[in-house]
C-alpha cells in the first residue's frame, strides 16, 4: 500500500465508523405466503368491462404481481398479490376498438379506494349519520334471510322494492329473476340523464325502444341536437371513434357538423357550426327543415318517398315555414333554409361539397322538456325524410341479445312503479313497504327533491345496500353488503348501442378480491337458498349462470366455445341465433314505422313548458352531465377530480356558467361567489363566464355537492338537482331536468372555491380589443 | 473512487479494498451447493421467472414444500420452513445482487439467459456456497467488458434508460 492510499483509507474509515452508526434498521414486516403463483415482473393482460356507463366498453386490464399489507392470525403483514394497475380499452372490442375515455381510465380507483367498505356493516346511529359496525358475512347474509321470511310469511312480497342499474346485464336478468321468483315487483332503475324519452320515441317511430347507434364513419354531415356525443351520451368513446373517422378518416372528405344547442358543450367546441337556439324548440327547428326540403324538393327522389309515408307531411308542414321558425326557435330564417340545403345536400346547393349521407342526433338537453318526445319524434322523421335511417352513414340499431331467453329463465316480475311514484307510496300513511335493496346506485342524489326520496327511505323498515361507498343513498341503510369491485367479480352486460353487430361484454375477475367482499349476485344466490320458502335458481353461482346461459350462442373460434371465447376476448361479438335475439328483430332493415309522425301533427305538446314564473325566474336552468362525474357517481374517483373540465379547465369544484354580457349586466365577474335560486331551491357556487352559453340560460354541471360520498367527494361544490322543479315528460315520466327557470344573485366576490386550471379565459375579452 | 456509483462510504471503501462482504443474514440459510448437487438448475423452480423477464424472482415458502413436503422433512432448516408455511408466514429475503439507484442501470435477466450466460459469469460460485454471497464485482467496466468480447451492444441506452 503506498502512502497517497493509506492517507485515503485513514480518512475514508474514519468518517465510515462514524457513519456507520446512523444506519436505517431494517423494519421487518412479516410477509405471508401467497395465494396464487406470481412471476415476478411480468404484466398479464386480462380483460374486463368498464362499469361506469351502460355503454359496456371492454378492457384490459394489466396485471402484476404486488405487495398488499394483510393481517393473518392476528399480525400484520405483507403478501404478494396479483393486482391490476393500469386499464385500457380492448382493441377487439366492437364498441370502442381499443379507446377508453378519462372515466374508464379513473375506473382502476373504484379498486382502489381508500374509503371503500372492505366488510359487512350494520348501523350502529341514527340513519344517515353514517355510524356502523363490522359484522359477520353469516350474521348479515341472516339478518336479510330472516326479514325476507318475515316479509313472505305475512303474504306481503310485492312490499320488497330493489333500487337496482340501469341497463341490460346478466346481473339485472339475476336480480329480476331473484324479485319474480320472491313475488316481488321488478328492480325500479332511475337515471337523471338517461334517456327514455328517446328510447320511447325511437319504439314510436322505428318500432325498437333502444338508443340508436350512429354510423359516423361514413357520413358527411351531422347535425347534432343538444347531445353530448363526444362526451357522456350514448356511447361516447365508440362515437368519438367513429367522429374521427368522419373528419380525418376519408381521404379529400371532411364531414361537416353542426351543433344546434343554447351551450356549446365539449361537442359543441368541436362543430364547424354552433346554432344557439331556444331551449326545447329543437322538434320546430327540425320541422322547419323539413318543410324547406318538402318545399324545394331539395332531395325528391328519397323525400317523396318520405312524405307519402309519413302521415300529415304531404301538405308540406305549413305551420313550420321559416319565418315561423325563427319566431319560436329564436334561429334566422334564411340560417333555417341553409341548414335544410346543406343537410338534404341537393346537388345545387354545394356544388363542389358533397353532403350525403348525412344524419341528425338527439340526446341530452333536447330530450329534456316537456315536449322532449316531440323534439324526439320531430327528428325521427326528419332522418327519414332524408334518407339517413338504416343505410352506411345513417343510424341504426344494435342488435340485441335477449338475456333473459339465453338464461331460460321463467320468472316475469310484475313492472316496477317509477321511482316517483315508489317514493309517493313509501311516504303515504298506508305505506306498505317493507324493506329495500339498493344496488350501488344513488337516487336521493339524482332525484329532484321535490319527490322527497330522502324521507320516502327514512320511513322503510329495512334497507339494504350493496354499495361499496357510503353515499346518500346507501348512508340511509340498515345493513351494508359491499359487492366486489367490477375487477373482482364475473361481469357481464349487452351494450345496447355502439356497434354495428351484436355484442354482449363478459368477463372474469381479474384479481382476488381486495377485502372481506362478497358478488352481490352469489349473495342473493346465497339468500334464495336459506329462506324458508327456498329460491331455487338453477345456479349455485353467478359464474355458473353465465356458463349456462354463453351456452346459447355460437362459439367465435372454432372448437370452442362461447364462454370460453368471451373470458378470453373480454366478450362475445357475431351473428346472434334468432331463439336468443331480442325481439322486434332489430337486425333487418329499419324502417320509419307509417304512423309515426301522425304523431308529430298530432302531438298537443309541442311547446316546452317552463316551471317558474319568466319574470321572477328570468333565465332557463340547464345542468348537464359532467365530463368528469356524469351525474356524480364518479365523484369519489380523485383522478376524475383532479382532471380539467375540458372547456373550463375547472378541477375540484363545481360552478355555473354564465354568458359574460349578462354577468356584466348584474355585476357579476369570474369567480364571484353566485346564488342561483329556483322555486325549489338555492345553491351556492362560483360563476364561471363562458360565451359558449346563451344570454338567457345558466347552465351547471352535475356530479358535486355530495355530502357523504367519501373524501374526495363530501362537501365538494354544489348539485344543481336541488334546484329541478319536479316536472316530467308526460308519455315516460322521465325527468325534463332542463325545464326548470332559475334568478341569479351576486353574493360575493370570489373565495377560491372555483380552481381553474389554466388561469383565466381570456378569449372573449382578447377579441373584443 | 468517490463516485455517484456507489451508495455510500461504506461501499466505497469496501470497493477499495477489493472487499464484497455482502452476504446478508437470509430469514433461512439456504445451501446452494446442496441443491446444485441433486442436479436442480437455478431457473427449475426457485428462480424460474429468471428465463421469461427482467427479475429472476426468490422463492415463497411454497416453492420449497413443493418438494420439502416429502423430502428430508427431518432436517431441521426444513422444519423451520415447514413451520412458516402452517404459520401462512413467508420468507423476507434480504436483497444480495443489485444496482444503486443512482446507477440508473435497468438489467434484464431473460436475454443473458437467451444468450446462454452462464449464471455464474455474474453471480459468482453460488453453486459451491450456501447462502447467496455478493463475491463478484458488478460495476460498468465488469457489464462493458463481457459485451464487447461477446460483441453485445454497448450504446449507452442499452442499459441506462
Redesign the interface.
Known amino acids: 500500500m503506498d502512502r497517497r492510499s493509506f492517507i485515503k483509507l485513514t480518512a475514508v474509515s474514519g468518517t465510515t465508523a462514524a457513519l456507520a452508526s446512523c444506519g436505517n434498521p431494517e423494519h421487518q414486516l412479516i410477509r405471508f405466503v401467497p395465494d396464487e403463483d406470481i412471476v415476478p415482473g411480468q404484466a398479464v393482460w386480462k380483460p374486463s368491462v368498464c362499469p361506469l356507463c351502460p355503454s359496456a366498453c371492454g378492457l384490459t386490464v394489466r396485471v402484476m404481481g404486488a405487495e398488499a399489507d394483510v393481517v393473518r392470525n392476528g399480525k400484520a403483514g405483507v403478501v404478494q398479490i396479483l393486482a391490476a394497475k393500469k386499464l385500457e380499452g380492448n382493441p377487439e372490442h366492437p364498441v370502442n376498438h381499443g379507446g377508453l375515455c378519462a372515466r374508464g381510465q379513473a375506473a382502476i380507483q373504484v379498486t382502489y379506494h381508500p374509503d371503500r367498505i372492505a366488510q359487512p356493516l350494520k348501523r350502529t346511529g341514527n340513519r344517515g349519520v353514517g355510524s356502523y359496525e363490522a359484522i359477520t358475512w353469516d350474521a348479515a347474509i341472516a339478518e336479510v334471510v330472516a326479514k325476507l321470511n318475515e316479509i313472505a310469511a305475512s303474504g306481503k312480497a310485492g312490499s320488497l322494492a330493489f333500487f337496482g342499474r340501469s341497463g341490460s346485464s346478466y346481473r339485472n336478468a339475476l336480480i329480476g329473476e331473484f324479485l319474480a321468483r320472491f313475488g316481488a315487483p321488478a328492480p325500479m332503475s332511475y337515471d337523471l340523464f338517461g334517456d327514455d324519452v328517446l328510447r320511447r320515441a325511437n319504439a314510436v317511430s322505428f318500432g325498437v325502444a333502444q338508443l340508436p347507434t350512429f354510423d359516423f364513419a361514413q357520413s358527411r354531415y351531422v347535425l347534432n341536437f343538444g347531445s353530448d356525443f363526444l362526451g357522456t351520451w350514448n356511447a361516447p368513446v365508440s362515437q368519438s371513434r367513429a367522429y374521427g373517422d368522419m373528419r380525418q378518416g376519408r381521404r379529400g372528405v371532411r364531414g361537416h357538423f353542426v351543433h344546434v344547442d343554447s351551450r356549446l358543450s365539449q361537442t359543441g367546441a368541436s362543430a364547424d357550426e354552433w346554432v344557439p337556439i331556444r331551449p326545447g324548440t329543437e322538434g320546430v327547428l327540425a320541422l322547419g327543415i323539413a318543410h324547406v326540403v318538402i318545399r324545394d324538393k331539395v332531395r325528391p327522389a328519397v323525400a317523396d318517398r318520405a312524405t307519402a309515408a309519413i302521415a300529415g307531411w304531404k301538405d308540406g308542414l305549413p305551420d313550420y315555414a321559416p319565418e315561423r321558425v325563427e319566431e319560436m326557435t329564436g334561429v334566422k330564417a334564411n340560417r333555417v333554409e341553409r341548414l335544410a340545403r346543406e343537410f338534404a345536400g341537393g346537388p345545387s346547393v354545394l356544388p363542389q361539397v358533397r353532403t350525403q349521407p348525412g344524419v341528425a342526433v338527439i340526446g341530452g338537453t333536447a330530450l329534456a322538456h316537456t315536449n322532449g318526445l316531440f323534439n324526439a319524434l320531430a327528428i325521427n322523421a326528419l332522418n327519414a325524410l332524408v334518407g339517413s335511417v338504416g343505410v352506411p352513414g345513417g343510424l341504426a340499431f344494435t342488435p340485441q341479445l335477449d338475456i333473459l331467453a339465453a338464461a331460460k329463465m321463467t320468472g316475469r316480475p310484475t313492472p316496477a312503479a317509477s321511482l316517483r311514484q315508489w317514493a309517493a307510496d313509501a311516504l303515504s300513511s298506508a305505506s306498505s313497504v317493507q324493506a329495500l335493496l339498493v344496488d350501488g346506485v344513488n337516487p336521493v342524489f339524482t332525484a329532484p327533491r321535490a319527490w322527497k326520496l330522502r324521507d320516502a327511505l327514512a320511513k322503510v323498515p329495512f334497507i339494504v345496500s350493496f354499495g361499496s361507498f357510503l353515499d346518500e343513498t346507501s348512508v340511509m341503510a340498515d345493513l351494508i353488503l359491499p359487492d366486489h369491485s367490477f375487477l373482482e367479480s364475473f361481469t357481464g352486460a349487452v351494450p345496447e348501442s355502439g356497434s354495428a353487430m351484436a355484442v354482449v361484454s363478459a368477463a372474469g375477475p381479474v384479481m382476488k378480491p381486495l377485502h372481506q367482499t362478497r358478488a352481490t349476485t352469489d349473495v342473493l344466490l346465497d339468500v334464495g337458498r336459506q329462506l324458508e320458502k327456498p329460491i331455487e335458481l338453477p345456479w349455485q353461482t353467478f359464474e355458473e349462470m353465465l356458463t349456462a346461459s354463453f351456452a346459447a350462442l355460437p362459439a367465435m373460434t372454432e372448437g370452442s366455445d362461447a364462454w370460453t371465447d368471451a373470458q378470453e376476448k373480454g366478450g362475445w361479438w357475431g351473428e346472434i341465433p334468432a331463439a336468443v335475439r331480442l325481439k322486434p328483430d332489430t337486425a333487418s332493415p329499419v324502417r320509419l314505422k307509417a304512423d309515426t309522425t301522425s304523431v308529430v301533427s298530432g302531438l298537443s305538446r309541442t311547446q316546452p313548458e317552463f316551471d317558474g314564473d319568466a319574470a321572477q325566474y328570468p333565465f332557463h336552468f340547464l345542468p348537464y352531465p359532467s365530463n368528469q362525474f356524469l351525474d356524480g357517481s364518479t365523484a369519489h374517483l380523485p383522478w376524475l377530480q383532479e382532471m380539467p373540465d375540458p372547456l373550463t379547465s375547472a378541477m375540484w369544484s363545481s360552478w355555473v356558467e354564465i354568458n359574460p354580457a349578462t354577468a356584466a349586466k348584474l355585476g357579476i365577474a369570474q369567480g364571484d361567489v353566485v346564488d342561483v335560486t329556483s322555486a325549489h331551491g338555492t345553491v351556492q357556487t362560483a360563476a364561471f363566464l363562458s360565451p359558449g352559453i346563451a344570454p338567457d340560460v345558466l347552465a351547471m354541471p352535475a356530479g358535486q355537492g355530495h355530502t357523504t360520498f367519501t373524501r374526495y367527494a363530501s362537501g365538494r361544490g354544489a348539485n344543481p338537482v336541488d334546484l329541478l322543479a319536479p316536472v316530467t315528460e308526460e308519455s315516460t315520466g322521465a325527468v325534463a331536468w332542463a325545464a326548470t327557470r332559475v334568478k341569479i344573485a351576486r353574493v360575493g366576490d370570489g373565495d377560491g372555491r372555483l380552481i381553474l386550471f389554466a388561469g383565466e379565459f381570456r378569449e372573449h375579452q382578447e377579441h373584443g380589443r | ?1 468517490f463516485t455517484t456509483a456507489r451508495a ?3 461501499d ?2 469496501n470497493d ?2 477489493g472487499r464484497h462482504p455482502n452476504k446478508p443474514e437470509q430469514p433461512v440459510e439456504f445451501p446452494h451447493k446442496t441443491h446444485y448437487a441433486k442436479k436442480i438448475a437455478c431457473t427449475e423452480y426457485c428462480h ?2 429468471v428465463v ?7 422463492p ?3 416453492t420449497c414444500m413443493v418438494c420439502h413436503n416429502a423430502i428430508a422433512t427431518d432436517r431441521p432448516r426444513i422444519k423451520q420452513i415447514t413451520a ?2 402452517d ?6 429475503w434480504r436483497r444480495v445482487f443489485n444496482y444503486t439507484p443512482q446507477a440508473h442501470v435497468k438489467f434484464n435477466h431473460a436475454p443473458h439467459i437467451r444468450a446462454k450466460v452462464n449464471c455464474t459469469t455474474c453471480h459468482g460460485p453460488i453453486h459451491e456456497g450456501t447462502v447467496a454471497q455478493r463475491n463478484v464485482d458488478m460495476n460498468m467496466g465488469f457489464c462493458v467488458n463481457c459485451h464487447n468480447e461477446r460483441k453485445a451492444p454497448v450504446d449507452c441506452l442499452t442499459c441506462h434508460f
Open positions: 473512487m455510500g462510504f461504506s466505497a471503501l477499495f479494498i424460474e421467472a421469461s423477464g427482467p427479475v429472476a424472482g426468490l415463497s415458502v411454497r412458516m408455511r404459520r401462512g408466514e413467508d420468507f423476507v
